[in-house]
């Protein structure tokens, strides 16, 4: 190699380090900005909501006075809500993702579904609110009910849950699969005991962030109709009802300084439900992922 390539060779190198270089404090610098606005907005909702929280606070209804504010009803709902939300969309993105991975056949029409789902999954979530307010409240006549609400959610985290499942199972390497045939055993047993099992981590852990996603949204709730102002509780799936993000949406559109107080108090309440959620999926994975 002669002088002249060996000054060639220095010089990329020298480019290569500076763009390497560059690029490591770009990114530092993007994360170092992301931490230091979610520090900002914990320090802000922590000083100014938490004067409000206390068990009075978790227990009684929503009230014109701000003294008198409770979260009791928007924390039962939000529970309600999940507790159809979950079941429905968990089997039906499960098994979509089954029958797509394992029993469609290779064709353009499954492709176009793929697609489409793969869209589905980022489209605004206030278009779900107008497809369940058309269909489930007005066409199929279930009213603002919590049945209404809950099968609107389930549209809107279903596709994620799909994607997630999919990928989840596309990572079950293709031994697993060989060797369950190799036994004798039929396509079904090896989905249910061999297959599924393996992807139990990967599954779990999108479903939850799913529906953590479900319980922080607003717009499709607004939307069907959800109530803002409410004290009772629902007594079953025709009741009306409120959720956590719709009543804090509420305590921040009063004309009243101290409703913004009350409703920091809110968010904490929801920050922390969302913690214990995204939790549970990494203490999930984890404990999966060590036993297959």
Known sequence: M???????????MKQRLVKNNTGRVLF??????G???????????LTEGIGFLDLGFLTEFASRFPEQAGFKAAIVGSFWLMAITAPISI?????TAIYLEEYAKKSRFNRFIQMNISNLAGVPSIVFGLLGLTVFVRLMEMGRSIIAGGLTMSLLILPIIVVASQEALRAVSKEQYEASYAMGATKWQTIRRVILPAALPG??????????????????????????????LPENIWSGF??????IFNWTSRPQEEFQFVAAAGIIVLLVMLI???????LIRNKFSKRF
């Open 2 to 12: 002669n002088l002249v390539d060996k000054n060639i060779t220095k010089a990329k």
């Open 28 to 33: 530092f610098l993007a994360t170092v900005f």
């Open 91 to 95: 089997i039906l993105g499960v098994g």
């Open 276 to 282: 214990v959620m995204n939790s549970i999926a990494v």
């Open 35 to 45: 931490i230091i606005v979610l520090f900002t907005l914990l320090v802000r909702v």
């Open 203 to 232: 599954i779990l852990t999108g479903s939850i962030l799913a529906l953590s996603r479900a319980i922080g949204e607003t717009a499709p709730l607004l939307m069907i109709g959800a109530i803002t102002f409410i004290a009772y």
């Open 242 to 247: 409120t959720v956590m993000p719709i009543q």
